[in-house]
């Protein structure tokens, strides 16, 4: 996950090392952490994060909404 939160529901970075946000809030660019690895240890590309959260827009309520939020799918 790009982020998750705590026990209050504050969001917390996990993949994303930092982001950019634009001065309207419709632009958003993630820079992910370095060195990140799916379970079998290949490494995460950005690639990788895009084709994940467009999956989950198929297969996921909060991915769905997420993705009616955004101009670019």
Known sequence: MLY???????P??????GETISADGK???FILRPGL???DGESVFA???V???RRSAILDA?????MDATDER
């Open 47 to 49: 690639r990788d994060v």
């Open 27 to 29: 632009f958003w660019q």
């Open 37 to 39: 690895r799916f379970p």
């Open 62 to 66: 909060f991915g769905k909404t997420l």
């Open 51 to 53: 084709s994940i959260l």
């Open 4 to 10: 998750g939160h705590n026990n209050s529901f504050t």
């Open 12 to 17: 917390r970075r996990q993949m994303v090392e």
